[in-house]
């Protein structure tokens, strides 16, 4: 591995001062002149066919200044295009059918939310109610009413692999086992509820604020749906309050009717959604069922494996297309398979609407694996690391459905676990009620598979000299919290020689930074951090001309290094870059001087590189109450080369907090289509006290595509946790745990 | 309409509001500072955490008429000058935070949980900012922060870190 400065530096982030001091804005904090505020009325119904809405009321009502519903829109469908017109499948305001407690039937903007409320009220809609389906099982029924025209059967999307022989698999299996899994859904339940402020101006140019991890797909959905040129949209990035693939999907119901509201009145119109509205109206993870058979040789060599995924993919698509096809590839890490078959089933219900979530899909086929994975070990006599370093990808491996394995290895990571949690010295010789369980993972850096045709570039980036000598960045890429805005940074200063502090960040906005698809995938730092990095080359490369001009000193000769200039052999020429810097500017009579970069990744229907993780959870169960307590959780994930270690642990941490909470107490809990928690006085998310202490293992590795060798961290280091912990929770019980969340019921059951 | 008399951040202020507008919503709406966060909007979650009198309050839960006259103190009411209180430049040094939409609450929890024990234990600790959810860090690296600034503030004079 080379040395560097600025990379591998546990920098503060660049955003601190402003989210410390309460200066920092979010879409939900500005205000403009005449702004109104919007509200949306939505269906109280699971599935309905809308006969008749009067606005007439509504609209009387003092300080009312707009009312919209579907017939006020261009009734375009939007969604995924990659996957042609019928998986578009959602208006931002329903036409003449609602689909789920919480479609949008209407939007308001008033002077204020008082007034917005009370005109809702005014809103008369008369339903004809509909038969609904609750469940996968329910909507596959022969004969189940139909959600959408388009897909007869209630079948979103249905995805079928076949890799290898698998019946042949299957016959030379020593040892063979089925069995079922079910998860739950959870709410990503970001801390900032989803907010905008959108302006048409009087040029007809729409210029929004939103809480959004994709800008890019933002402006194109609006640009669709609005019947606009996309270069009359402009995206602005605010500070984002947290995201977690709960605002991916590309444009929400908010941005449309914002836009449509401030273009009928010729007013800012903001939309800030409650947080009842977010629980119930924006995404949630699936809930998929995993029927799982693994065949494995007498040393425990996975010959075959079979899996049919069932994903109740609630009322409209989302990115829930993509979803049942990453359950499939992700069944494809972290072992080497002999053979794969896979049938993903995603199925329209009358239920909230699933799609992306932190992980996208691994959490709960790595669930389903891990703990078959012991139990296979177990029918073995096997450890239960045995099994799993003995099947695990390492570096060289391509696997079956063509991810090549450049970097890092399983076993590195079960090594450093086992050894940091004793694995050893525990596992089978704990006092009763206490166990221990180990949960591994894989994961990709960010997807090269094009979701959206209307967007045909990845990531790329400008980095400029300033007038000062100092250097901006303009990216598109989106830190929604996660710190990729530090990481760039970090890349620029680095790779130009330069110290952090030399360098300036101009965050996503449409209108003047270059394309980034967005924060999704966990692609910020490979795509985004490889586009900078090109740009930021770029740049240096025009830097180190003008600067040979300027000192009359041969290009070679010269290097940039933290923030100096040196001249090879004579010590005496060292100056500040930026004083040098300064003088190039001025000499160039304030022309341009820019540096430009992409990134294409090298493989276009996979990804650019995969990391492994691995975790141990030690834990205590009440056998009365069912209550689990967390004694200790070690946490590995091979992120390739950590750019800033300060993010890395914190990504770690943050998917401790969130795979404990799907784990042991998150569930959107539906009774017919409604969501019944949808607070978070109901809807529980671990608070300070029920964090355990975490102990990270660190593992780096140097990855060849990653930018000075990073890999992702933000999903693939949650994946393993769930099954660690139902693991471990076998482990001291004596139980083959088959379904989360892993309630006190669950455990205390007969 | 009631006229109120509020003190946020030592600055007097007198505003005119509806019976049933919440704190939050003055400081947010009316006086237009907008550090303090909603998350929720009913008292769960603690990103509108503010200082009334010395005490945290959630500000969505208390009608504006109720904090007439009391005093105020929100987040940017917590650096001088161009310095910040010592807790908030533990949180940047220590990574405190993510996204940050729950840090202005869970800085205003901290600084009254230091205020009042100078010397919390990490129980002492989780206790105090229990009222505020972070979606983003696990807390973690908001435990080192407090703890960072606990000994930060001790070894200042004045209890805010500076000399």
């Known amino acids: 591995m080379g040395q560097y400065s600025i990379v591998g530096q546990r920098l503060p982030r660049t955003d601190g001062l402003a989210k410390v001091t309460g200066q920092g804005m979010y879409a939900g904090d500005f205000t403009m002149p005449g702004m109104l505020r919007g509200k949306i009325l939505r269906s109280p119904l699971p599935h309905a066919r809308i006969l008749r809405v009067d606005t007439s009321r509504a609209e009387r009502l003092p300080g009312v200044k707009a009312v919209i519903t579907g017939r006020d829109t261009l009734g375009v469908k939007f969604g995924a295009p990659r996957f042609g017109p019928k998986h578009m499948d959602e208006h931002a305001l329903a036409m003449d059918r609602v689909r789920y407690i919480g479609d949008e039937v209407a939007a308001v903007a008033a002077i204020d939310e008082d007034v917005a409320e009370e005109a809702l009220r005014l809103i008369d809609v008369e339903y004809e109610e509909l038969p609904a389906v609750f469940s996968p099982d329910e909507a596959l029924l022969p004969g189940a009413p139909q959600i959408h025209a388009h897909a007869p059967g209630n079948i979103s999307r249905r995805i079928v692999f076949d890799l290898g022989d698998v019946e042949k698999g299957f016959a030379d299996s020593y040892h063979i086992r089925e069995d079922r899994f079910s998860t739950h859904g959870q709410a990503h339940a970001p801390m900032e509820p989803h907010a905008c402020l959108a302006h048409f101006d009087a040029s007809g140019k729409l210029t929004i604020w939103t809480s959004t991890q994709v800008p890019y797909y933002v402006k194109n959905d609006l640009a669709l749906t609005l019947g606009m040129p996309a270069t009359a949209v402009r995206v602005i990035l605010p500070l984002i309050g947290g995201g977690f693939g709960g605002k991916a999907d590309g444009m929400y119901a908010l941005e449309f009717c914002a836009a449509l509201l401030s273009k009928k009145t010729g007013r800012p119109v903001q939309i800030v959604y409650s947080r009842e509205e977010v629980f119930v109206a924006t995404r949630r993870r699936h809930p ?35 979803t049942v096809v990453l359950c499939g590839y992700l069944l494809n890490l972290p072992y080497r398979l002999g053979s794969f078959k896979y049938e993903g089933l995603r199925v329209y219900t009358n239920n909230p609407i699933s799609a992306a979530m932190r992980g996208h899909g691994a959490p709960q086929v790595h669930f389903a694996s891990e703990m078959q994975m012991d139990r296979l070990a177990e029918d073995l006599g096997m450890d239960p690391l045995e099994i799993r370093i003995k099947n695990g990808l390492r570096t060289g491996d391509v696997t079956l459905n063509g991810f090549h394995i ?123 951090g490889n586009a900078t990095r090109s740009a930021a080359a770029d740049l240096k490369q025009k830097l180190l001309v003008e600067l040979s001009n300027l000192l009359e000193a041969n290009a070679d000769d010269i290097e940039i290094r933290e923030g100096k200039v040196f001249v090879k052999g004579s010590a005496d020429r ?7 810097a300064h003088a190039i500017y001025l000499r160039r009579l304030g022309k341009p001087l820019v540096g430009e970069g992409t990134y294409d990744p090298p493989d276009k229907i996979n990804y650019p590189a995969y990391g492994f993780g691995a975790h141990v959870t030690e834990v205590e169960v009440d056998p009365e109450s069912g209550e689990v307590t967390l004694l200790d959780v070690v946490s590995t994930h091979d992120c390739g080369r950590a750019i800033n270690p300060l993010a890395v642990e914190g990504q770690l941490e943050g998917s401790v907090h969130m795979a404990l909470g799907w784990t042991l107490m998150e569930d959107v809990t539906l009774e017919e289509g409604r969501v019944m928690n949808p607070s978070f006085l109901d809807y529980k998310i671990p608070t300070a006290l029920e964090m355990p202490p975490v102990t990270i293992a660190h593992v780096e590795t140097d990855d060849p595509e990653g930018p000075f060798g990073a890999k992702e961290v933000g999903e693939g280091a949650l994946c393993p946790i769930a099954p660690s912990v139902a693991s471990a929770v076998g482990n001291a019980i004596g139980k083959k745990i088959d379904c989360l969340p892993l309630t006190g019921a669950q455990i205390t059951r007969k | 309409m009631k006229s109120i008399k509020l003190e946020i951040n030592g600055v007097q202020h007198e505003v005119e509001v509806a019976p049933w507008r919440t704190l939050l919503e003055v400081i947010r709406e009316e006086l237009q500072m907008t550090g303090t966060k909603e998350g929720c909007g009913l008292g769960e979650c603690g990103a509108c955490s503010v200082l009334m009198d010395g005490k945290t309050v959630n500000s969505c839960l208390v009608l504006a008429a109720e904090a007439n006259g009391k005093r105020i103190t929100t987040i940017e009411g917590l650096a001088q000058a161009e310095r910040l209180h010592p807790i908030q430049q533990s949180f940047i040094d220590n990574g405190g935070f993510q996204c940050g939409f729950c840090t202005p609450g869970m800085i205003m929890s901290t600084k009254v949980m230091l205020d009042d024990n100078p010397n919390p234990t990490d129980d002492e600790i989780k206790k105090g900012i229990s009222g505020n959810l972070c979606r983003c860090t696990g807390y973690a690296k908001i435990f080192d922060s407090i703890r960072a600034a606990k000994v930060a503030m001790a070894a200042s004079s004045d209890g805010r870190g500076g000399a």
């Open chain 1, 574 to 580: 060292t100056k500040p870059f930026r004083d040098l």
């Open chain 1, 288 to 322: 998929i069922t995993i029927q799982l058979k693994t065949g494995v040789s007498k040393d425990g060599a996975i010959l075959a494996r079979q899996a049919k995924c069932v994903l109740d993919g609630g009322a409209y698509n989302g990115l829930g297309v993509v």
């Open chain 1, 406 to 528: 450049n970097s890092g290895s399983l076993e590195e990571c079960i090594r450093a676990v086992a050894e940091k949690s004793g694995w050893q010295e525990k596992r089978g010789k704990l006092p009763p009620n206490r166990g221990i369980g180990i949960g591994c993972s894989g994961f990709y850096s960010g997807a090269s598979y094009r979701l959206r045709p209307d967007l045909p570039v990845y990531s790329a980036a400008i980095v400029k000299l300033n007038e000062d000598g100092s250097v901006q960045l303009l990216s598109g890429a989106t830190d929604s919290g996660q710190g990729c805005d530090t990481l760039l940074m970090q890349i620029v200063a680095e790779e130009i020689g330069l110290s952090f502090a030399d360098v300036r960040l101009t965050r996503a906005d449409t209108d003047i930074t270059p394309v980034d698809l967005g924060n999704f995938s966990s692609r910020e730092t490979m795509y985004a």
